[in-house]
Each structure stands twice: as C-alpha cells, then as structure tokens.
C-alpha cells in the first residue's frame, strides 16, 4: 500500500533546511575566526640582517655623546601665600653639554638668563644643583658648574667649524619639550648667518642646520658625522614656534673661545680699544654727517684708545654734539655700526696691532692701536 507524502511535513522540512543553511551562512565568519583562534601561533620572524652602514655610524654618534648632553630645569621663587614660605619651582627647561671633568656645563644664555637657581640632570639619572660660573649674552652662551663626587660625566669631544662645509651631516642631541636625550638628524644647511637675539644684539656666523630642533633642545649640541661638537644649539625659525627646518648653532670655534674666558673670569675679555660707544646715538649722530662707522663718543683713561690719541664726542648742555673722531675701517676692512666693530676686533687677539681708518674734521687718517683685554 503506498503512503501519500504529507505536505506539510515536506514544507517543515523544507524550511528548516533553509533555516540551518541561513544560520550556516551567517555562522561562518564567527566560526572560522574562532577556528583560526584556536589554532593561532606568532608569524615566523624575518631575519633583519645586519643594519646599514650609516645607521651604525649614528648609533655609535648618539652612544658616545649622550653621556655628555645634560638636561637643564631653570627655578624661580615663589612665595605661598598660605604660609608665606618662599619656595623654589620650576619657570623653564634646555640642555647643556659637559664641557670638562671640573663640572662645568655649557649652556645657552637665554636658558638661565633670569632664573633665580638651576639643576642639571646627567643622562645617569643623576640630579645636581648648579651655580653659574659666567655667560656673555652677546654670544648666547652660558657656564654652569656642577660638584660630582664620583663618576664624573665625560667632556663631549671637541671639533671645529671653521672648517665645515654645507651638505655635511649634522645631529642634534636635546631635550626637546622635556623629552629628554632625543636625536634628531640632518646636515649643515648653510654657513654665516646673522641673527638678532632677545638681547639686541646680532650673533653672526652661525650655522644654518635642517636637524630638528625645538624648544628644550637650546644649549645642546650639534655634532658632526665623527661624534665631535661643532656647535651649540641657539635658536630656530619658526612662525609657529616648532620645528619648521631651519635652525642655528653657535659655532664650536666661538664656544672655545668665548667659553674659557666665561670659566675664568666670570664674563668674556675682548679685545678692545677702550671707547664708549652706543648704537643708537651712532645711528643718530652718523645720519647728520652721512657716514657710515662708529663714533667715538669716549675714550677711557689708560686705554689703548688714549695712548693712540683718539679723541671722544663734546655734548654740549644744550644737548648738541661736537664729533672729533669716527671710526670708519679695522685694517682697511669697513665697519659701518658698532655690531661689525665688535665683529672686526674679535677676529684678533688681546695684544694684536691693529690700523684704524679715522675720520676727523673731513679726513681720514691710519691710526695704529693695540689691542687690550676688556670685558664684555
């Protein structure tokens, strides 16, 4: 006897096969996540090799100089106004470089300049209070010095930058927005350049470099591809304030000069005539009589200026001036302001002989000087 098939059943049939297909289909990405889950293992590590030539070479740069790079927080005082305690707090963070084994530590000026104390952290973790030793604002550099008992921190390793060409490597080592023994690299970008900085005065012959260089990286040092200083980290120019390519270094050849003196003396001796000059009334007195040099408004007594028979500027009660002596050429090379004055004389010596071009009563006569020691 044949049976009749039941619709019914066949339709339930029908559609719960539709139904496990439906949740197959939807179930088969979560199953097979979990399947690959379960059976999971780390990829098989890809041999490196060894790396590039040029990225050991700045490894080792980074190693053997970041010993020597310090990181700075200048301190302020603050009264509380609670308990009236006067307090010490951080007002500012740079860098710095060991300079020797005594524990001097060469900075910017613009780091400490108006901090009422500084500490000075090694790149140990080691943390010291520093008393400063001396600084020339003209050159934005600073001394600090620092008493470590053992273990003293090692002298960054000198080179020059009177030899330096544009296209060299350049690394920058500083502790950018409080980040502290960062490198960053790149090359020296262009030689020469004049900037004015917060003092009014112009810092010539920097370098122009292209290697990072951000607020906290002031005082750090710009090295060369042998791990030598070439220059101490100044300023950048920036709109924004950050990072925008363009940064400049004191060069190493003006630390090592200005630096010893700023150890031993407490400010920088140049050589000098002896005269009091000012640029402001240079640039006044000089547009009447339409000349460009430096007017001699003083000489001091016993100067070298003195003992070469310069004469200095009258003023009159009525406030005119009577002008004796202008300044016009160091060695036939022309001075027009007091800025490239300064600029000519540090290119010598204390005791060097040096030919002035003077102008006087409408002529110019060679007046012979020799150079002395004064301060800043």
């Not at 619709?7 to 939807?26: D, N, Q, S």
């Not at 308990?83 to 910017?108: C, F, K, M, Q, Y």
């Not at 943390?127 to 010095?145: F, K, M, T, W």
């Not at 009159?316 to 004796?324: C, I, M």
Request: charged share 20%; proline share 6%; net charge positive.
């Amino acid at each position: 006897m044949n049976r009749v098939p039941d619709p019914l059943r066949t339709i339930r049939l029908a559609l719960w096969a539709a139904v496990l297909v439906l949740l197959a289909i939807l179930l088969r990405p979560y199953l097979e996540a979990w399947y690959i889950h379960m059976r999971a293992e780390p990829r098989t590590v890809t041999p490196r090799g060894d790396l590039a030539a040029d990225e050991q070479a700045t490894i080792a740069i980074f190693r053997q100089a970041s010993p020597a790079v310090v990181y700075i927080t200048t301190l302020k005082r603050v009264i509380d106004p609670w308990t009236r305690d006067v307090l010490r707090v951080p007002a500012g963070t740079g860098s710095g470089v060991v300079w020797d084994e005594a524990g001097h530590i060469v900075t910017n000026y613009h780091v400490v300049k108006n901090a009422r104390g500084a500490r000075v952290r090694l790149s140990d973790g080691r943390s010291y209070d520093a008393v400063l030793v001396g600084a020339s604002p003209a050159h934005d550099l600073a001394v600090l010095r620092i008493a470590v008992a053992f273990a003293p921190p090692p002298p960054i390793p000198l080179g020059t930058s009177h030899d330096l060409q544009v296209g060299q490597k350049a690394f920058a080592i500083g502790n950018p927005f409080g980040l502290d023994h960062t490198l960053t690299t790149g090359v020296v970008s262009a030689l020469d350049r004049a900037i004015p900085n917060e003092g009014g005065h112009v810092i010539r012959g920097l370098i122009q470099t292209d290697a990072a260089i951000n607020p906290g990286n002031s005082g750090g040092p710009l090295l060369d591809s042998a791990g030598r200083l070439i220059g101490i980290n100044t300023a950048i120019y920036s709109p924004s304030g950050a990072y925008a390519g363009i940064g400049f270094a004191i060069p190493v050849d003006t630390v090592n000069r200005v630096v010893p003196d700023l150890i031993a003396y407490g400010s920088l001796r140049q050589p000098g005539l002896g005269i009091y000059m000012d640029e402001r009334l240079n640039r006044q007195i000089l547009r009447q009589l339409h000349l460009e040099g430096v007017v001699v408004l003083g000489v001091r007594p016993g100067s070298p200026a003195e003992a070469a028979g310069l004469k200095g500027a009258r003023l009159y009660s009525d406030g005119s001036v009577e002008v004796n002596d202008v300044i016009l050429t160091v060695d036939g090379r022309k001075v027009r302001n007091v800025d490239e004055l300064r600029e000519a004389l540090a290119r010598h010596k204390i005791g060097d002989r040096v030919t002035l071009g003077v102008w006087r009563d409408g002529r110019v006569r060679a007046v012979t000087v020799t150079l002395a020691g004064e301060a800043e």
